[in-house]
């Protein structure tokens, strides 16, 4: 199985803030990752698919970016409404497996 | 608006059996593969099944495997998954997703909540 191994968790910042997170998978992973915000008592969000590419109405301060083994979400202005656990997720092979999760809190 | 609205959560005793629904909206899920995704209790998320859209290929995680039955109405536009021999390890809540695969994006549903507990 392919590991997904998140850091760091949690994740203290202030707002405006850039902040990164990244994503090391255990074997090569090709472009198949995707990123996921969740808050409380809510389902999953898609923010990024495929490494970098922005799922419409995401706003433009999250990036990714990343290749192979090592990935990165990053935001480039941290805001309130981002409080969250961001996920990453690898669909290269089953079985499909989430990162731990980093919680980002505002410090 | 596409809409995955699963169903069939409950409370049940270990080594019990639930069956869970997904029926979408707006989307025609005939033409997705589709997958089960679980959350326990304050963790992170957990992918526990795939079918394809014809229903001959799925995949399991190894914690269910032998114990859950994922399966497909295209007619009813549904996902369903039964879920045996309950443990209390699989107290979580219990996304249907299509998921987001080759630069299609993918929906999720608001979850059903699955209590294993005597």
């Known amino acids: 199985d392919i590991q997904m191994t998140q850091s760091p968790s949690p994740l203290s910042a202030s707002v405006g803030d850039r902040v990164t997170i990244t994503c090391q998978a255990s074997q090569d992973i090709r472009n198949y990752l995707n990123w996921y915000q969740q808050k409380p008592g809510q389902a999953p969000k898609l923010l990024i698919y495929d490494v970098s590419n922005l799922e419409t109405g995401v706003p433009s301060r999250f990036s990714g970016s990343g290749s192979g083994t090592h990935f990165s979400l990053t935001i480039s202005s941290l805001q309130p409404e981002d409080i969250a656990t961001y996920y990453c997720q690898q669909y290269d092979n089953f079985p499909v497996t989430f990162g731990g999760g980093t919680k980002v809190e505002i410090k | 608006d596409v809409q995955l609205v699963e169903s069939g959560g409950t409370l049940v005793q270990p080594g019990g059996s639930v069956k869970l629904s997904c029926a979408a909206s707006g989307v025609t899920l005939s033409v997705y593969s589709l997958n089960w995704v679980r959350q326990a209790p304050g963790k992170g998320l957990e992918w526990v099944a795939h079918?394809?859209?014809?229903?001959?290929?799925?995949h399991y995680a190894d914690s269910v495997k032998g114990r859950f039955t994922i399966s497909r109405a295209n007619d009813k536009n549904s996902v369903y998954l039964q879920m045996n021999s309950l443990k209390d390890d699989d107290t979580a809540v219990y996304y249907c997703s299509v998921p987001t695969i080759f630069g299609r994006r993918g929906y999720w549903g608001q979850g059903t909540s699955v209590t294993v507990s005597s």
């Open positions: 079918i394809n859209t014809g229903g001959n290929v799925i």
